[in-house]
């Protein structure tokens, strides 16, 4: 077996909801160094 770290990035899939601030604090609470931030749709 490989001895590679599997990485996460959290995107707005996960949480559709949540504005980009509240991303980076969530992603900060659960140890997540990636965030996706996309702009939504107009």
């Known amino acids: 077996m490989s001895n590679q770290e599997f ?3 959290l ?3 996960a949480c559709p909801t949540l ?3 509240e991303m980076l604090d969530m992603a ?3 140890g ?4 996706e931030l996309r702009k939504g749709r107009t």
């Open 7 to 9: 990485k996460f990035a």
């Open 11 to 13: 995107n707005h899939m």
């Open 19 to 21: 504005s980009p601030l």
């Open 28 to 30: 900060a609470e659960l």
């Open 32 to 35: 997540i160094h990636a965030v």
